[in-house]
């Protein structure tokens, strides 16, 4: 147990459907973060937000729109994606500590794409 | 352009030791993390190393070098709940976490 939670764990969706992920972390952390991990490639930063403002938006389509309500909460709401969306996508939390700024993972959301 | 590099995947037998290595080019470095990942689950954070040399942890150990751009992870007395897939990450001169694609470690009885 990290103290991050995803819901859901998995999410079938066809390529005109609207869906969201949720995200909750109880560490108390100050920043939020969504990752994109895709088989045998690096981790791709899609988003992150810190004290609940967007600071960093690394070219991500905009089928994909992240909303963070609270310092505890991240969503990230999806529609109309294409097949090569399919991934698994993981959120984060870290608090600031200007040293080792660990971060905590939630066990992702595996998403097809049909 | 940055960039890691560790190998795809790696095989060990239990009770062995085994080095997963990474290197990396990046603009500027504040930090070297290692990440393990079983199957299906959260990546949880193993190590960090920002000096060079060796930092132990129980049956794991970090080591840097960042002169070489250089690092490797140690793990000793293998268990079966080691295998897993072993992330790479450095923090560069912006404080940006770059990865590597990971190292699937699998082991043998």
């Known amino acids: 147990e990290t103290g991050v939670t995803q819901t859901p764990r998995h999410l079938v969706m066809g390529m005109t459907n609207k869906k969201s992920l949720k995200c909750e972390q109880h560490l108390g952390h100050n920043a939020m973060y969504w990752y994109k991990q895709s088989a045998k490639k690096p981790l791709e930063l899609m988003f992150v937000?810190?004290?609940?403002?967007?600071?960093e938006n690394n070219s991500v389509p905009s089928r994909f729109s992240p909303e963070c309500p609270n310092s505890s909460h991240l969503f990230l709401h999806l529609h109309t994606l294409q097949p090569e969306d399919s991934a698994l996508y993981l959120c984060?939390?870290?608090?600031?500590?200007?040293?080792?700024?660990?971060?905590?993972f939630g066990s992702g959301t595996q998403l097809s794409v049909l | 352009g940055q960039n890691i590099d560790q190998p795809t995947e790696m095989t060990a037998t239990e009770g062995a030791i085994v080095q997963i290595n990474c290197t990396y080019q990046?603009?500027?470095?504040?930090?070297l993390f290692w990440y393990q990942q079983h199957a299906g689950e959260a990546p949880t954070f193993l190590s960090y190393n920002v000096l060079d040399g060796l930092e132990e942890k129980g049956r794991f150990s970090s080591f840097l070098s960042r002169s070489k751009g250089y690092s490797y992870l140690l793990l000793k007395e293998l268990q079966m709940k080691d295998s897993a897939s072993y992330l790479c990450a450095v923090r560069d001169e912006d404080y940006q976490l770059i990865w590597g694609a990971g190292t699937k470690l699998i082991i043998k009885p």
């Open positions: 984060a939390s870290s608090q600031a500590t200007g040293d080792v700024e660990k971060l905590f």
């Open positions: 990046t603009s500027g470095f504040n930090g």
């Open positions: 937000y810190s004290l609940e403002e967007r600071v």
